[in-house]
């Protein structure tokens, strides 16, 4: 999970044409495709279920990023998977055993991630960090697109790369809010490599532009 990914989150596309929305921006070069899972109790918002992942199952063969923002995740891990994720994000902040839930992820064959939000502190990784493929730092407070990228969590990114290279370890940093093409570049310099992005791809008319912009940003690795 080293390599530059951009994760276009369709939170922000178009719900009644969102089968057209994810095979465009697929062709316009997206590597994955983050899917948002609010409950309305984890997070103030409500959105999707396993209903739509298996309908996007049948659209693509790019990962399918599941992004679980809800409580008791560990009730829900068998039907997501069931429903076609690739990988699984659970946040740290809900859930009573967070390295349970992580392994029964792995259990089902698929990749797990560990989700923090912005004012966790990374010391919760600690005990879990060797368990996942990736964490996911959020650079927003979960609940909603078209927020703007909180500052701090460029020095997130950079402690979390420092600790996940001081144990010798393969973990994937994704970043989870706010990511512009003004912005990437910094947050890939800080120690990301998969980048989610909702507004700033689906807001605008041609993707492929939106997304080459953004890979024109990365620093080369
Ligand atoms: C926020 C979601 C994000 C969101 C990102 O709770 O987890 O994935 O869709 O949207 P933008 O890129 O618009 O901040
Ligand atoms: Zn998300």
């Avoid at 004012?119 to 005990?127: G, N, S, V, Y």
Wanted: aromatic fraction near 6%.
């Amino acid at each position: 999970m080293q390599n530059y990914m951009i994760a276009p989150s369709i939170l922000s596309a178009d719900f009644a044409n969102l089968g057209d929305d994810v095979t465009k921006v697929v062709a316009a070069g997206a590597e994955i495709i983050h899917i948002d899972v609010m409950d309305g109790h984890f997070v103030p918002n409500i959105t999707i279920g396993p209903l739509v992942v298996k309908a996007l199952r049948r659209i693509t063969d790019r990962p399918l990023d599941v992004h679980l923002m809800i409580e008791n995740p560990e009730r829900y891990l068998d039907d997501f998977a069931a429903a076609g994720a690739d990988w699984i994000t659970v946040h740290a902040e809900t859930g009573y055993h967070l390295h349970r839930t992580l392994g029964r992820i792995r259990e089902l064959g698929k990749k797990c991630g560990v989700v923090l939000n912005p004012a966790t502190p990374l010391a919760d990784l600690k005990w879990v960090l060797a368990e996942v493929d990736l964490v996911m730092l959020m650079s927003v407070n979960p609940g909603f697109g078209g927020q703007s990228f909180i500052p701090s969590a460029l020095e997130k990114i950079k402690q979390l790369k420092e600790m996940i290279d001081a144990h010798g370890l393969k973990v994937g940093i994704e970043v989870d809010g706010g990511i512009t093409p003004a912005n990437i570049g910094a947050v890939a310099a800080a120690g990301a490599n998969i980048f989610v992005a909702g507004s700033a791809i689906f807001g605008q008319p041609d993707y492929q532009q939106v997304i080459a912009k953004m890979k024109a940003a990365l620093p080369p690795r």
